[in-house]
Structures are given as structure tokens and as C-alpha cells.
């Protein structure tokens, strides 16, 4: 089923060898890259901006594993696309994790969790 998915939005699976190498690097080593990228840069009170655009270096590092490893193919702007979309909504994911995780703790008189992503004012609204 994802494989059937992956490739009709054209994603390119690396030379037959089904869905296994999209799990490994994709998912397993890029996903793990780009979530400790955003709990990093949500640690150390960095911007948005900057989550993005260190996915798309780890997205690049993703395609040249690819590459390397399994003979995929390289320079595939849909594969590049998708990577891409998959570590950035794991990165800012993780990123929002750590922020709401961070804004309750340094701040605990202030703010006080109301969910996984979320904290809000002890004395007003959610945000």
C-alpha cells in the first residue's frame, strides 16, 4: 500500500528493491536526524526558519544515501519533495514538543502545560 502510494505521487523506490530502503533511511535515520535537529534548535531557543531549513539539508543527506547505498537515484525533485515533507513535519513536530516542554519548565510560575504541543498562561487563555 505505501509502496503503491509512493509511487504514483513519483517517488523514486531505489531499484526494485521494494519499500525497505525508503523505512531505513527515510524514515529510520532522516526521521531520527530531523527530530533531534528540532528538540536542538527548540533547546536552544532558535527560530522556526531554522528547523526548515536544516530539514532540507538532512532531506539532501537522505537523497545521497539513497544514492550511495542502495543505487537510487540522486536527483529526483517528487523523491526530494517527499523526504522533505516527511522530516519536516517530524522536525517541527518535535520542535513543538520540546518548545511547549521548555516554556513549562523554565517558566513554571508562568505557563503550565495544556497538551502535548501546548502551554498556556496560568492566569488566562490557552496559546
Not at 526494485?16 to 531520527?32: E, Q
Not at 536544516?54 to 539532501?60: D, F, G, S
Not at 537523497?63 to 516527511?86: C, E, K, M
Amino acid at each position: 500500500m505505501l509502496e503503491s502510494f509512493l509511487t504514483s505521487i513519483g517517488y523514486a523506490l531505489d531499484g526494485g528493491k521494494g519499500i525497505l530502503p525508503f523505512v531505513l533511511v527515510t524514515l529510520l535515520i532522516g526521521g531520527g536526524a530531523a527530530w533531534r535537529t528540532g528538540q536542538a534548535i527548540a533547546q536552544s531557543w532558535g527560530a522556526l526558519w531554522a528547523v526548515v531549513a536544516c530539514t532540507a539539508l538532512i532531506a539532501a543527506a537522505v537523497r545521497f544515501l539513497h544514492y550511495a547505498l542502495f543505487n537510487g537515484t540522486l536527483l529526483s525533485l517528487p523523491s526530494f519533495l517527499v523526504d522533505f515533507a516527511i522530516l519536516a513535519v517530524i522536525a517541527l513536530l518535535a520542535y513543538r514538543i520540546r518548545r511547549a516542554r521548555h516554556m513549562t519548565e523554565q517558566y513554571a510560575w508562568m505557563f503550565e502545560r495544556s497538551g502535548p504541543l501546548t502551554w498556556r498562561d496560568r492566569t488566562r487563555g490557552t496559546r
